[in-house]
């Protein structure tokens, strides 16, 4: 089966940067679009950012600038640096990834959460 693990979390002061990655393993044919959405204490959640198998990104107004999402398809790793942090910041994170786990089966899979926390 497949699943998305993530790590890169933390205690940050505002104004810093974290970093956080989302690996997939499993039984894997390939992998299409991934994404990063966060979602913090009484909120929906919402999407942060999202990398298309094709190569291009999109952005949620409140990060662009700050955050960069970016992929490494031979590791079957998504990152997304956070620069320039903002206690608004402050949720968890899920990784989600569109995944083709049989030869005419694709499916949707989200990691377990990284918690970010921006304190001033």
């Known amino acids: 089966q497949v699943q998305l693990v993530e790590s890169g979390g933390g205690l940050v002061q505002p104004g810093g940067s974290l970093r956080l990655s989302c690996a997939a393993s499993?039984?894997?044919?390939?992998?299409?679009?991934m994404g990063w959405y966060r979602q913090a204490p009484g909120k929906q959640r919402e999407l942060v950012a999202t990398?298309?198998?094709?190569?291009?990104?999109n952005y949620a107004d409140s990060v662009k600038g700050r955050f960069t999402i970016s992929r490494d398809n031979a590791k079957n790793t998504v990152y997304l640096q956070m620069n320039s942090l903002k206690p608004e910041d402050t949720a968890a994170y899920y990784c989600?990834?569109?995944?083709?786990?049989?030869?005419?089966?694709?499916?949707?899979?989200w990691g377990q959460g990284t918690q970010v926390t921006v304190s001033s």
């Open positions: 989600n990834a569109l995944i083709q786990v049989m030869p005419t089966l694709v499916e949707d899979y």
């Open positions: 499993g039984s894997i044919f390939s992998i299409y679009d």
């Open positions: 990398f298309t198998s094709g190569g291009t990104t």
